[in-house]
């Protein structure tokens, strides 16, 4: 080996096939193609910022701003606080929040405290959260004091070994200073659950903490005993079986994507990041959270969509970055007052989880001069896997492979690589794969397939390649759908479903929503004793008692039998054709 060459040796430097370099014409002459990653834990990028940039504003939440300098010492002071409740390395810690500065101490606090964090949707309902405390074996919580109740209530259901030991609470108001908010004041009708008080609420066998009490505290923080190869994230997804699966994510795969979506969008200490995309999802807690950290960025902080805030937000403090969900642009430019709002400091906006109309790209590049560009990943890649080339878009595209990463596209049955053009499964191979699914060899094995010496995770998603090295999406072999970039897996909502006691059999499928892309549709088989004595509305109406708003059906249909194939399985796409989406 040369001496001089310092090209790193792994798996992910073998050279990308020419036939498949095409898309390297139009990459960003400034990046490079492979990155030489920090080999440090991911709380080291907190702590270098903090020391570039103490006093520079790392948060801003309705009024009231938190330095870097600030935001690492309550970080290490909770830390602290964990591992005075017996937290040790590599424990889960259940993480259930908005966007708010506490998710941001909080999250960094479970990194410091060697421990992992396991991000979970604060719209999951009390049968939702007992498998994230079951499946980590989670003992310990954060949560904002609306959502304390419904934690409280999951783990008291539990067995008593299975149970949280402690809970810790706090209400949004200790993130903001409605005081000094003026334009940042969030809309009137957010008053009652952003603050509004709220009673703790007792917790069967444990105990819960205020979010003050954790933060008071002035010892030392742990000695940092995590590197590279250690979890740190434990995100979940679903898929075709019912209950989510966790994504083992080291700070290795999360560190590799923070610092590529900075190298990638040319993020600097001067970046100012509009942070409404969720930070519990992989592309928020990543590409935003994670790189804006990383580069020493402010983050302003947003914890549900408003068209007018997000307005007065970009407005007002000059918002040079945002990452969002399509649909998001598409209500800010028909706001009715979207003329008062000033967004000539945006030098990037793009995102994914749903395409972007044609005519609403063009607008933002007509009017603003800005080129949307989509990207494309999962919560198995940390996130990107392809972006579209921030100068080089393609509308309604998934973009290139993203920076270290080959991606293919093969026969899903034979594995045999597809030619450009012609469809197949994409797969991909990057150090931001995640290392396999928590306490699930098979479905881990069955994810990954070996080509050429690497090990390539297998998307589910079909798509094709054009001549440039492009990747378009087609179809997918999973059965999910896309509710305004929230996943949605049928066989989760099912199985929630099958806890009413009045449905024998249920069926979901995607329907067209003309806002939200796909909604989904449940057709029901009810069981012969409640036979009209409820209703489609009542159905839909537990359902949203009992699951996540965005998996409700939006439509129920009762029939008297469901589709069966000979071996008796639900014939799932006959019904989806008859809505003309198979």
């Known amino acids: 080996m040369n001496?001089?060459?310092?090209?790193?040796?792994?798996?992910?430097?073998?050279?990308?096939?020419?036939?498949r370099a095409a898309h390297f014409q139009f990459w960003p002459k400034r990046v490079p193609h492979r990155l030489t990653l920090?080999?440090?834990?991911?709380?080291?990028?907190?702590?270098?910022s903090a020391l570039r940039y103490p006093h520079k504003p790392a948060l801003v939440f309705f009024g009231k701003v938190i330095t870097y300098r600030d935001l690492q010492q309550k970080a290490e002071c909770l830390a602290q606080y964990l591992r005075g409740l017996g937290?040790?390395?590599?424990?889960?810690?259940?993480?259930?929040?908005?966007?708010?500065?506490?998710?941001?101490?909080?999250?960094?606090?479970?990194?410091r405290a060697n421990a992992v964090v396991v991000p979970v949707n604060p719209m999951n309902r009390t049968e939702e959260l007992k498998h994230y405390i079951i499946d980590p074996d989670a003992k310990v919580a954060l949560t904002t004091s609306d959502l304390a109740e419904e934690v409280a209530r999951a783990s008291d259901a539990l067995e008593p070994s299975l149970r949280l030991g402690h809970l810790i609470v706090t209400n949004f108001s200790d993130g903001f200073d409605l005081a000094h908010a003026g334009e940042d004041s969030p809309p009137?009708?957010?008053?009652?659950w952003l603050s509004g008080a709220h009673e703790l609420p007792a917790l069967a066998g444990g105990t819960v903490h205020t979010w003050a009490d954790a933060l008071d505290n002035a010892g030392d923080a742990p000695e940092l005993l995590v590197g590279p190869g250690d979890m740190a994230i434990l995100p979940y997804t679903s898929g075709t079986t019912g209950l989510p699966k966790g994504c083992m994510h080291t700070h290795g795969s999360i560190m590799h994507n923070a610092v590529s979506s900075s190298v990638w969008g040319g993020s600097t200490a001067d970046n100012v990041t509009l942070a409404v995309v969720p930070m519990f999802h992989i592309t928020g807690m990543v590409s935003v959270m994670h790189a804006s950290i990383y580069s020493g960025a402010t983050l302003v902080l947003m914890p549900r969509w408003d068209r007018d805030l997000a307005g007065r937000l970009i407005s007002r403090y000059r918002v040079t970055n945002w990452t969002n969900i399509p649909t998001m642009v598409i209500d800010l430019l028909g706001s009715p007052r979207f003329d008062e709002y000033d967004l000539s400091s945006l030098v990037y906006i793009g995102g994914g989880g749903a395409a972007m109309p044609q005519v609403v790209a063009q607008q933002l590049f007509e009017q603003f001069g800005l080129r949307y560009a989509e990207g494309y990943g999962l919560t198995e890649t940390a996130a990107p896997s392809h972006s579209n080339p921030p100068d080089a878009t393609k509308q309604q595209c998934l973009g290139v492979p993203f920076i270290g990463t080959d991606a293919r596209v093969i026969d899903p049955d034979t594995l045999q690589e597809m030619p450009n053009g012609e469809q197949g499964e994409i797969i991909m191979c990057g150090p931001q794969n995640f290392a396999g699914y928590w306490k699930r060899p098979e479905a881990t094995a069955a994810a990954f397939i070996e080509l050429d010496g690497k090990r390539f995770f297998r998307s589910g998603d079909l798509g094709h390649i054009d001549a440039d090295g492009y990747f378009f999406l087609t179809d997918r072999l999973k059965r999910m759908i896309n509710a305004s970039g929230f996943k949605v897996w049928p066989a989760e909502v099912e199985a929630l479903m099958f806890r009413h006691p009045a449905i024998q059999e249920a069926c979901v499928i995607a329907i067209q929503d003309s806002y939200r892309g796909q909604s989904a549709m449940a057709v029901v088989v009810l069981r012969a004793s409640h036979a009209g004595q409820v209703t489609e509305q009542d159905i839909i109406?537990?359902?949203?008692?009992?699951?996540?708003?965005?998996?409700?059906?939006?439509v129920v249909q009762f029939v008297d039998a469901l589709p069966k194939s000979g071996s008796g399985k639900v014939m799932w796409r006959l019904l989806q054709e008859a809505q003309g989406q198979g």
């Open 38 to 48: 920090p080999d440090t834990s991911l709380w080291q990028n907190l702590a270098v």
């Open 3 to 19: 001496p001089t060459d310092l090209t790193p040796r792994s798996p992910f430097a073998l050279p990308v096939h020419e036939s």
């Open 87 to 111: 937290v040790k390395k590599g424990d889960r810690i259940v993480l259930n929040m908005q966007n708010c500065p506490q998710l941001v101490i909080a999250h960094w606090a479970i990194l």
């Open 541 to 554: 109406d537990w359902c949203r008692t009992n699951m996540a708003v965005y998996k409700v059906p939006r």
């Open 188 to 192: 009137v009708a957010w008053n009652d």
